[in-house]
């Protein structure tokens, strides 16, 4: 009987504890989660056995995951012990679990796919750059989440969240909608409270598009800021990791752990916000006095997007921002070839780079062709590889179009695209809708975007977030704000008071069967 009654009330204990850990989960921020660890309230191995769990009942139905990290509990009882060491010295993301985009390289002998069957046994021998810089600053890493194969760089048809090695990453909001962009299963990861924060990957739109169609915070930074080395690459002019996260807040303690300058990244310098400066920039009353340009050109065609972002400009005009209401892109539509092109280009050599120095016998673009011609029926059961095709057609960076191409794009986008708009209405910030609601998934023809506002910056390699707005029946929608090179600062304090006063986010309700 005796025996009975312990397991009774380890089973009530256990109960509690789980609804403690929810309640964290659901509603604390990173801070607020080092506040409860200091007040011994909660452990970092609590936290991650919590995530398992959550990734046990509801991955299955979200596909998000697609790794699990074999040292993440270890790693997590370590951090406990550091703390009961040392509570004031705490890293800025002490014991905090945290997934990784599998185009990111790991030592730990999680293979890195970019999506593809072909790189399934793809165990990096070092960790990228960035996963030092997460480690040093205390974060568990809890595993790897699914993406659009190659980045949704492999076929004009591709399906987004779809890839051979992960399968169909599936929106919380709706199972049967897209995720959406190359970082879909970061965002449906977060979205579904399986993990605290994540890592994703942009080239133009794959970060802000799936944090906005799942109702997180995406945040594209600066190119250059946070290191690419050991990320798999498509194009090192407009590739950037960033964080996704269910608050800015929490985005922009892991944008803060990630910046530093790598020697083995070309474009990698130390942002003005080193040194704990962006945490600074959370501030209560960010939005007053700032001069806020609506970038007209690229309202959406959903008029219920549209009411959407009408309701939040008011929001920011009685939160004591002055309101622009025309400040369009002027050069919009006139960069999309260039854009190709040059990803193209910077593609075939690029990969390359990345695969000489890796474990598996494809070495060139030419080699994964040939692979996946080989291997059809499992890496392109319902997409073909013509993007790759046309990339490996080319002359890569020898193309003799190259630089003027490259010196054409970015001054259109730049100089004569946000620059000329933010200095012609002297404008401290931009913002649009992010992008429309999610469209069903659809696996005989692709994908069915219905245009975003992601290009100028990403192309620019200027930094964007992405806000949840509300939702269009039950489908999220977010708003966009960005600027010139190196304004974190001016769009965290925007996104942050936003933030704040509207607090739109509603978590979505995932069957468990």
């Known amino acids: 009987m005796a025996k009975y009654l312990f397991i009774l009330v380890f089973l009530v204990f256990m109960s509690k504890t789980a609804h403690a850990v929810d309640a964290i989960v659901s509603q604390l921020t990173i801070p607020q989660i080092h506040e409860k660890m200091r007040a011994g309230e909660l452990t970092s191995e609590q936290l991650t056995r919590f995530y398992l769990h959550r990734i046990d009942v509801l991955n299955p139905k979200v596909n998000a995951v697609i790794t699990l990290n074999p040292k ?12 009961a060491a040392n509570k004031e010295n705490l890293g800025l993301l002490h014991g905090i679990p945290i997934l990784l985009k599998d185009n990111i390289d790991t030592n730990d002998g999680m293979p890195n796919t970019a999506g593809s069957e072909l790189l399934k046994y793809n165990i990096p021998k070092h960790n990228a750059f960035i996963v030092d810089q997460l480690k040093k ?60 924060v994540a890592v994703g990957t942009e080239t133009d739109g794959s970060i802000t598009c799936p944090s906005a ?26 590739d950037t990791a960033g964080p996704m996260a269910r608050s800015v807040t929490d985005a922009v303690y892991l944008l803060q752990a990630m910046l530093g300058k790598d020697d083995k990244d070309a474009a990698s310098y130390e942002h003005s916000g080193f040194s704990n400066q962006l945490i600074q920039h959370l501030k209560a009353e960010g939005l007053k006095g ?36 025309e400040a369009p892109i002027t050069t919009k ?14 593609f075939k050599d690029e990969v390359a780079d990345y695969l000489k120095h890796s474990g598996i016998k494809a070495k060139t673009l030419n080699d994964l062709i040939l692979r996946n011609k080989e291997f059809s029926a499992s890496t392109m059961p319902l997409f073909s590889q013509d993007i790759f095709e046309q990339a490996n057609s080319s002359q890569g960076k020898q193309e003799k179009e190259y630089q003027n191409t490259l010196t054409r794009l970015l001054s259109m986008v730049r100089e004569q695209g946000i620059d ?18 999610a469209w069903k998934l659809d ?62 986010r509603i978590a979505p309700n995932i069957p468990k069967r």
């Open 213 to 238: 169609m799942m109702s997180v915070v995406g945040f594209k930074p600066s190119v250059g800021s946070v290191s690419r080395s050991g990320i798999i690459p498509i194009s090192s002019q407009f």
């Open 333 to 346: 539509n006139q960069w999309r070839v260039d854009q190709y092109n040059i990803l193209l280009w910077d």
């Open 443 to 504: 696996i005989i023809n692709g994908d069915h975007f219905n245009g975003s506002s992601s290009s100028p910056a990403a192309i620019a390699g200027y930094p964007h977030i992405t806000v949840p707005m509300g939702y269009v029946s039950h489908m999220p929608a977010g708003i966009s704000f960005f600027a010139s090179k190196d304004q974190e600062a001016d769009i965290i304090e925007a996104a942050y008071h936003f933030e704040q006063l509207t607090q739109f």
């Open 137 to 196: 600053a205390g974060a568990i890493i809890l595993g790897k989440t699914n993406l659009s194969e190659w980045a949704n760089f492999r076929s004009t048809r591709s399906i987004s969240g779809w890839s051979s090695h992960g399968g169909q990453t599936r929106n919380p909001y709706d199972l049967s909608r897209s995720p959406c962009g190359s970082s879909s299963g970061s965002g449906a990861a977060i979205a579904a409270e399986l993990a605290q």
């Open 72 to 83: 993440a509990l270890n790693d997590a009882i370590q951090a406990d012990k550091t703390l």
């Open 420 to 437: 000329a708009t933010l200095k012609a209405h002297n404008l401290d910030i931009l913002i649009a809708p992010s992008t429309g609601p």
């Open 290 to 325: 700032k001069r806020i340009g609506i970038v007209s050109n690229y309202m959406h065609s959903h008029p219920q997007v549209n009411a959407l972002f009408n309701r939040a400009v008011n929001v920011m005009r009685e939160a004591g921002a002055e309101i622009i209401t």
